[in-house]
C-alpha cells in the first residue's frame, strides 16, 4: 500500500500499489460508516452489515475490477476520519479483521464524504494517468447530521463536480444513507442537494433485517456502477426497497 493526499491538506488515504495491480480497469469503492456515540446499542448489527456488503462484492462477477476502501467516522479521530483500509483489490481484504465499530465522540458528516469523493478523486487520477479505465461509487451511511467538521459544503461539492466533470474519474455516484436518522431527514436530503450527491436514502430504524438489504443494496450498486465502466457515465440509481 501507498499513502495519497487529498487536495494539497491534511486528509489522506491508502491505496495498493499501481505497479501490482493486474486489470486494465477498476470501480473505487468506498463505504464510511458512522462512528459517532449515537451508534452505540447497535454497533454490532452495523458491523455485520459491513462484513455482509464487502462479502457479498466479492461473489460479483466483476469482483476483480473492485478496489475497495473502508473507513469509520467521528470526532475522536484526527480529521474526524479513521481509514480500516485503503483502496485494495476484493482478494486482499479479510473481513474477519475487521475491529469492532466503537461508538464515540461527534459526527464529523462532512469530513466524511469529502475524504471518500476527495481520495477516489486522487487515486483515480493516479490510475488513469496511468492508462486504467476508473469509475467510482461512495456510500456514506450516518445516524445523524454534521456538527463536528473541518471541511466545508463547498470543499465537499467542489470535490464532486471534478469527479462529475471527468477530471478525475470516468463517472461517480454518491449515496447518503441515513439509518436511525428519522428526525435529520429533510437536513440529511439538503445536504445530498447542495453537496451535489447522487441519491439519499433513509431506511429509518437500525433493524438487523433492514441492515441485511442495506448490505444486499450496496453490492447490487456497486455492481451497477463497475458494468457501467466504459459507458461513459454512471449508473442508474438502484431502487432502494429497505
Known sequence: MEEGRIGGGNFTYTGARIERLGATEYTLVTIAVDETGSVAGWENDLRSALVAAVESCK???????????????????????????????????????????CPGGMTPLNDAVFSAVGAMNAYGKQLADQDFGVNAIAFVITDGYDNASVTSLAMIKEEIRKAIAGEQVESIVTVLIGVNATEYATALQAFKDEAGMTQFIDIGDATKGKLAKLAQFVSQSVSSQSQALGTGGPSQNIAAVI
Open 59 to 101: 461473489r460479483s462477477p466483476r469482483s476483480d475490477n473492485l478496489l475497495v476502501r473502508v473507513v469509520t467516522f467521528g470526532s475522536q479521530y484526527r480529521n474526524g476520519v479513521n481509514e480500516m483500509h485503503g483502496f485494495k483489490p476484493l482478494a486482499e481484504i479479510d473481513v474477519a479483521q475487521y475491529p469492532d465499530i
